[in-house]
């Protein structure tokens, strides 16, 4: 859990400068960390102007103190181990504890203050992605400030001069850093809280990462060949539900700081887009959808009235990004003769298991894999495997929520007669090809 012990005071400081000294830093505010890898409350406002605190899938917000005018936040760049789901862990960097970093939340016209410490071994700098700010807060190491050096702890202060949703990562061995996991959400809420008010607010970031099998590092140098897709640094099912009251109306705000764009796609449901990391989407210019393309290095909102009961799939549509650590160099063997190829294969490794046959359902399959890797497809829902991975999650749409109540609901239970079913029919053989006119 995150610490939130008794803040000091501090003074104001100018521009995106460094602190150093034991006087400076005693009045730097406390860092709060997080350790658990579930969705936390939402950090509801003890002062100010009232808002609609959003939560953040496997995350939380971070907290603040108010010093004078200035909402002050204190970020902290540093290694950590993040939990992709219950059998695998990766070495990171992050924020605070975690990868990704907390989300910033701040109100419209608020003064903030976020002060930057450096745990990493090299130097870094914090970019704040789509927000109005100076040029001299804008993060671009070299160009715009100097690095944050390891041991140092620089100040970004600036007006939040819009409402929206935003980003955070560095500008600084960019290429780096962010594919080990330095990023996060920023959300500054209307000052008026009626705008567009939701009852429901979510928000993640997504990211990739090449993990291979057995090993607790990514791959940094990768550009194309990722094998785990993940919201907020989880892949499912480790990835929380969306549990929501029926009736409600829903926010959901998603970035993309991904090597590519995901198409994310919400069963039983029509939403709008509602807004980017532009601005707000007048309502004259929106119209209903059940997939949206989030491009890369960009944000998307959507806006969806919780009006249909049950458990609906929310998953990116490139089928190979809702899968884990897969082998992407496997040939296609479907109307291959398994028992031919099977004992071929076997006089070269005994042990080893010949798929694809008739396909590659694996929701009953044990395979042995190596420590610290997950199956490829996977999880469990109350009528059998779901055989998902990376960008899936279900929202769970439900009667009489209490109205922050995030817990899981579990399965939902279906009224009678709204369940598909199997009939008696005559079984029709599977079409098998001539096998000379297969080719490998």
């Known amino acids: 859990m995150f610490s939130r012990r008794g803040f000091l005071g ?20 406390e860092a709060a960390h997080m350790d658990k890898v579930t ?27 108010m010093n004078g005018d200035w909402k002050e936040f204190h970020l902290v760049a540093e290694p950590v181990v993040r939990e992709f789901a219950e059998g695998m862990k990766v070495n990171l960097w992050g924020y605070n504890g975690q990868s990704p970093g907390p989300t910033i939340e701040a109100v419209e016209g608020d ?3 976020v002060f930057v410490t450096n745990k990493l071994p090299e130097y870094t700098t914090v970019h704040w992605h789509g927000m109005i700010i100076p040029s001299g807060m804008d993060g671009v ?14 100040v970004y202060e600036f007006e939040m001069k819009k409402s929206g949703t935003f980003m955070y990562h560095p500008h600084s061995d960019e290429m780096v850093q962010m594919a080990m996991g ?11 809280p009626g705008f567009r008010a939701v009852d429901r607010d979510f928000v993640f970031v ?48 998603i970035g993309n700081l991904s090597m590519t764009n995901h198409p994310i796609h919400l069963h039983g449901h029509a939403f709008a887009v509602t807004c980017t990391d532009g601005g707000w ?15 890369v290095g960009a944000v998307r909102v959507f806006d969806v009235l919780a009006d249909n009961p049950g458990d609906w799939a929310f998953h990116c549509h490139k089928s190979h990004h ?44 044990e395979m042995p894999a190596p420590d610290n890797t997950l199956p490829m497809m996977t999880g469990d829902g109350q009528f059998g495997p779901i055989e998902m991975g990376g960008m899936f999650t279900v929202m769970k749409i439900r009667e009489g929520l209490a109205r922050d109540d995030y817990r899981d609901p579990g399965p939902y239970q279906f009224p009678k007669g709204t369940v598909a079913y199997e009939i008696d029919a005559p079984a029709a053989e599977p079409a098998k090809a001539p096998m000379k006119k297969m080719k490998m």
């Open 10 to 29: 501090s003074a104001a400081f100018a521009g995106a400068s460094a602190i150093s000294g034991r006087a400076q830093a005693a009045s730097i505010p």
């Open 281 to 295: 989407i007048p309502e004259s210019a929106q119209y209903p959808e059940t997939t949206t393309d989030v491009p």
């Open 322 to 365: 809702t899968m884990n650590a897969m082998g992407h160099d496997m040939r296609n063997l479907i109307g291959v003769s398994r028992k031919d190829l099977a004992k071929a294969v076997g006089k070269l490794a005994p042990d080893a298991m010949v798929m694809g046959e008739k396909g590659m359902a694996m929701g009953t399959m």
């Open 39 to 65: 969705m936390q409350p939402p950090l509801q406002p003890a002062s100010g102007p009232d808002y609609r605190p959003v939560v953040t899938l496997n995350g939380w917000s971070l907290p603040f103190r």
């Open 182 to 192: 330095m990023m996060g959400m920023v959300v500054v809420h209307p000052r008026d």
């Open 141 to 154: 190491g070299g160009l715009t400030q100097p690095h944050i050096q390891p041991g140092k702890t620089f």
């Open 111 to 113: 003064k903030v203050r």
């Open 206 to 253: 997504m990211s990739t990462y090449r993990v291979d099998p057995g090993t607790y590092l990514p791959k940094v140098n990768e550009m194309t060949d990722f094998n785990m897709w993940a919201w907020n640094a989880r892949v499912f099912p480790g990835i929380d539900p969306l549990p929501v009251r029926l009736g409600d109306k829903v926010r959901v705000r």
